[in-house]
């Protein structure tokens, strides 16, 4: 792990080189101890910290990009996740037809191309919105699964397809061919996919916009444990390879499929002639809100088999079948009021409330706004009359506004600048780790923002900050209910509720002792996880670990904090002057200690604690201002003690080897770093010489 890095405007070309070389084998080490291993062993704030800095040289050095870059290997690396799959047969895709007059020509054709003058029989199917997936099955049972790909080679999903419950390990029944591809869409429906969202957005992380994205992010998890825990599903419709014909019409073979334990579309219908089309068109229409899943159109099939393989392919489609797509649902309403929502990290998003309006026969009065800089791009104000569109998507959004009935007085839409929080706190527009600004506003209420105060208090007790063991979220969300838990300082006065936390259901009286003696270890406390714990935005543990040191003790940060939130300019200089703090932070710490309420948070806090003053680096011993790399496995202690000792020692740990390295640990396994540092003349030890140097 990095912790001492030279700025990037620093570095020379050598220098650049030689730390993504570094880099690109670290990064892969780690995405092969997570993916594969199931077993991380750094924080994926510091993973992320890694690709940054990645990101960050790689864009000063845009010719030293490798082939082999992490940054290219998001896409990349994915598809060499899932083996490449040979479809026994194709997986085509279908034309799509968008009137009754496009069904009527379908009709016309098939009839012409087979010259027939009697009516022909189709299958009306839902047309699933989700994803096309091939799965093979030999003698009954399932042994290959496959993304749909290119339509020639897809990815091999195998593991995944096998924790999806409505898709058979072994057919049931009897009757199917010895080998047969069975085709079918894995999808989700609403309301799994807005469970997912819901949990999504609880943990802070990034929701999909629509069931299919959902079913598609699902389906292709490296980690089939991620997949199986996504209640996705599967109707089957089709097939590819086949040992053995199975039926005369796909009308019987839906049944046959059904026989052998697939979900099959209960809205299927055979239908006669074009009035079938149409009406089987209008019933799925009808059909379409209640079904619980997303269906863009229907699709018809010439049910009579041996004339599907008479009629044959156009490139690449059938001339047997065709999809009639739904259009785009739009409708016309009134935006009446914005309001705001803040998420659990404090990003504000808009919400268009509406007047009711039936959108292909859902009632929406919602519609997301995203962010500021959509409704300025839209210029979207109150009392509008807007452009709604519901498209395979459950939720709604706004296309445009409709100049012609804007009401004469309608003001631009101004963001709010306070949260609507009860504390009206100061909005914040979001900035990157590199300063940058995005589209999100934030409240920067942080614990004392209702909306945000779990999620704080959860960063507060994890593993890197107070570590708190049995105070998770459960025990956080029932404190924070009963009006026991509004910030931090409340942890350390929980003792005072022993007698009803032991009449509560599932505390018995050893966890109840266990849990405050938990506490109660914590009260003694590292200046740094103190830091840390108080969640300031950009403040990371490096970073808190470099603040710590630079101010020695709590009185003395607190003090130069309150001055660098009233931008007294020498505290701020003082700030930026530590190793590795630029501007994002500043903003933070600023912004964080300008509250009153923070500052009155964290003084109360302060006062339940004892604060350790922060070790300073040793300046007398064998490794004091030298840069070190550890590399390769380590068989005496763990990388995270090794670092403390080394910086214990005065010396600075870095995750690269480059020019200012002095000395590489190299245990068995270590690779690029160990060449790195044979091309640049670096000093290289083993573990035990370099525990014999810094004195056992
Ligand atoms: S039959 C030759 N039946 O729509 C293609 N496809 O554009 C035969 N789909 O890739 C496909 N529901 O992902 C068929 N009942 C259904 C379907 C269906 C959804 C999807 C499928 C296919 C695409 C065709």
């Known amino acids: 792990m990095a912790t001492v890095l030279t700025p990037v405007s620093d570095l020379t070309e050598p220098e650049a080189l030689a730390e993504l070389t570094a880099l690109a084998d670290e990064i892969a080490a780690h995405d092969i101890r997570y993916h594969q291993q199931d077993d991380p062993t750094i924080s994926d704030a510091d993973y992320d910290a890694l690709k940054r800095r990645n990101a960050e040289i790689e864009a000063r050095f845009p010719h030293l990009v490798r082939d082999n870059s992490p940054s290219l290997r998001v896409g990349a690396a994915r598809a060499e996740q899932f083996a490449p799959v040979t479809h026994g047969v194709p997986m085509l895709s279908l034309d799509n037809a968008f009137s009754d007059a496009d069904a009527i020509e379908f009709d016309a054709r098939v009839r012409r191309f087979l010259k027939l003058d009697e009516p022909v029989s189709y299958t009306a199917e839902p047309k699933i919105d989700g994803l096309s997936c091939s799965i093979r099955y030999e003698n009954g049972v399932l042994v290959q699964a496959a993304t749909r790909g290119d339509g020639r080679v897809g990815e091999d999903v195998t593991a995944n397809v096998r924790t999806v419950t409505e898709i058979p390990k072994r057919l049931s029944g009897t009757g199917f061919p010895d080998v047969i591809e069975i085709r079918g869409e894995v999808y989700l429906g609403h309301a799994e996919f807005a469970a997912l969202n819901a949990a999504a957005e609880a943990a802070g992380q990034k929701t999909y916009a629509n069931p299919r994205n959902a079913a598609a992010g699902s389906l292709r998890q490296i980690d089939p444990k991620i997949t199986a825990a996504r209640p996705l599903r599967f109707f089957a419709y089709a097939w590819g390879l086949i040992s053995a014909p199975f039926a005369e019409t796909q009308w019987a073979a839906l049944r046959k499929l059904r026989e052998w334990g697939f979900q099959v579309t209960p809205q299927s219908e055979c239908v006669k002639g074009p009035e079938g089309l149409l009406a089987a068109y209008a019933k799925m229409e009808q ?272 003090e130069a904090m309150d001055k660098v939130a009233a931008r007294d300019p020498e505290a701020v200089e003082e700030l930026d002057a530590l190793d590795q703090i630029g501007g994002a932070v500043i903003e933070a710490a600023a912004a964080f200690f300008a509250e009153d309420h923070n500052r009155a948070m964290v003084q109360d806090l302060k006062a339940q604690l004892q604060v350790q003053p922060a070790e300073q680096p040793k300046t007398d011993t064998a490794v004091a201002g030298k840069t070190v790399v550890f590399t390769g496995a380590l068989e005496r202690m763990t990388r995270d003690e090794a670092k403390a000792q080394a910086e214990r020692l005065g010396a600075k740990v870095s995750g690269s080897v480059s020019k200012k390295t002095d000395i590489v640990v190299a245990g068995p396994g270590a690779g690029s770093k160990l060449k790195t540092a044979a091309e640049l003349g670096i000093q290289v030890m083993t573990e035990d010489e370099w525990i014999a140097l810094v004195g056992g």
């Open 287 to 558: 059909a379409r809100p209640h079904l619980g899943f997303d269906i863009d159109g229907v699709v018809y099939k010439v049910d009579r088999l041996d004339w599907q393989a008479r009629l044959g392919f156009v490139s690449r489609a059938p001339r047997w079948g065709v999809a009639r797509k739904f259009p785009a649902e739009q409708a016309r309403t009134v935006l009446e009021a914005i309001d705001i929502q803040v998420g659990r990290t404090g990003a504000m998003t808009p919400v268009a409330r509406l007047t009711p309006v039936t959108v292909g026969g859902v009632v929406v009065t919602n519609a997301t706004l995203h962010n500021a800089d959509e409704i300025a791009r839209l210029d979207v104000r109150i009392g509008d009359t807007v452009i709604l569109q519901r498209a395979g998507d459950v939720i709604p959004q706004i296309l445009a506004v409709v100049p012609e009935e804007r009401p004469a007085d309608a003001q631009p839409y101004d963001f709010p600048h306070a949260c609507p929080c009860p504390l009206h706190t100061e909005v914040v527009r979001e900035t990157t780790a590199s300063g940058a600004e995005t589209v999100v506003r934030r409240c920067s209420g942080e614990f004392a923002c209702p909306f945000q105060k779990l999620a704080h208090l959860r960063h507060f007790v994890s593993r890197r900050a107070f570590d708190i063991e049995g105070l998770g979220e459960k025990q956080l969300t029932l404190f924070t209910e009963r009006g026991w838990l509004s910030s931090p300082a409340d942890i350390f006065r929980l003792h005072e509720k022993r007698a009803e936390l032991l009449e509560t259901e599932r505390f018995g009286e050893t966890s109840v002792t266990n849990l405050l003696a938990n506490i109660e270890a914590r009260r003694t406390i590292s200046l740094d996880r103190f830091i840390y714990g108080l969640g300031v935005r950009h403040v990371g543990e490096t970073t808190a670990v470099v603040m710590a040191r630079g101010y020695g003790t709590v009185e003395a940060l607190l």
